[in-house]
Protein backbone atom coordinates (compact mmCIF):
# COMPACT_ATOMS: atom_id res chain seq x y z
CA UNK A 1 0.00 0.00 0.00
CA UNK A 2 2.80 2.33 0.06
CA UNK A 3 2.83 2.85 -3.18
CA UNK A 4 -0.22 3.36 -3.70
CA UNK A 5 -2.48 6.73 -2.60
CA UNK A 6 -5.85 6.56 -0.91
CA UNK A 7 -7.12 9.62 -1.95
CA UNK A 8 -9.40 7.24 -4.66
CA UNK A 9 -10.82 5.39 -1.26
CA UNK A 10 -11.69 9.14 0.22
CA UNK A 11 -13.12 10.15 -3.08
CA UNK A 12 -15.19 6.72 -3.46
CA UNK A 13 -18.15 7.63 -0.87
CA UNK A 14 -18.46 9.70 2.32
CA UNK A 15 -16.19 9.22 5.21
CA UNK A 16 -18.91 7.46 7.62
CA UNK A 17 -19.21 4.77 4.43
CA UNK A 18 -15.78 3.18 4.37
CA UNK A 19 -15.07 -0.08 5.44
CA UNK A 20 -12.60 -1.30 7.95
CA UNK A 21 -10.72 -2.53 5.23
CA UNK A 22 -10.87 0.95 3.78
CA UNK A 23 -9.85 2.78 6.92
CA UNK A 24 -7.27 0.35 7.77
CA UNK A 25 -5.42 1.01 4.05
CA UNK A 26 -6.15 5.22 5.08
CA UNK A 27 -4.88 4.91 8.40
CA UNK A 28 -1.63 2.26 7.38
CA UNK A 29 -0.82 4.96 4.25
CA UNK A 30 -1.43 8.52 5.38
CA UNK A 31 1.31 8.94 7.55
CA UNK A 32 3.80 8.10 4.51
CA UNK A 33 1.69 10.25 2.39
CA UNK A 34 1.64 14.06 2.74
CA UNK A 35 -1.02 14.56 0.07
CA UNK A 36 -2.89 11.62 0.88
CA UNK A 37 -2.98 12.53 4.87
CA UNK A 38 -4.26 16.09 3.70
CA UNK A 39 -7.16 14.50 1.88
CA UNK A 40 -7.83 12.32 4.97
CA UNK A 41 -8.04 15.49 6.90
CA UNK A 42 -10.02 17.32 4.89
CA UNK A 43 -12.37 14.43 4.55
CA UNK A 44 -12.86 14.63 8.14
CA UNK A 45 -13.64 18.08 8.44
CA UNK A 46 -15.92 17.99 5.67
CA UNK A 47 -18.16 15.15 7.48
CA UNK A 48 -17.93 17.31 10.70
CA UNK A 49 -19.17 20.32 9.17
CA UNK A 50 -21.41 18.78 7.09
CA UNK A 51 -22.91 16.46 10.25
CA UNK A 52 -23.56 20.00 11.84
CA UNK A 53 -24.81 21.83 9.41
CA UNK A 54 -27.57 18.77 8.63
CA UNK A 55 -28.27 19.12 12.54
CA UNK A 56 -29.01 23.24 12.30
CA UNK A 57 -32.72 23.82 12.39
CA UNK A 58 -33.86 26.60 10.62
CA UNK A 59 -37.05 28.33 11.62
CA UNK A 60 -38.83 31.00 9.52
CA UNK A 61 -39.59 34.19 10.61
CA UNK A 62 -42.85 34.71 12.24
CA UNK A 63 -44.18 36.46 9.21
CA UNK A 64 -43.09 34.19 6.56
CA UNK A 65 -46.60 32.62 6.52
CA UNK A 66 -48.62 36.18 6.10
CA UNK A 67 -46.21 37.25 3.29
CA UNK A 68 -46.13 33.89 1.39
CA UNK A 69 -49.88 34.24 1.07
CA UNK A 70 -49.88 37.69 0.70
CA UNK A 71 -47.72 37.20 -2.50
CA UNK A 72 -49.96 34.45 -3.88
CA UNK A 73 -53.31 36.65 -2.88
CA UNK A 74 -51.48 39.37 -5.70
CA UNK A 75 -50.54 37.25 -7.98
CA UNK A 76 -54.08 35.96 -8.40
Given at each position: ??????????E?K???????????????????????????????????????????????????????L???????
Amino acid sequence: MRNEHVISILESKPLGELNENELAQIHAHSPICESCRQAYEAAQVSAILLKERAAEIFEPSSFFQTRVLAALRERR
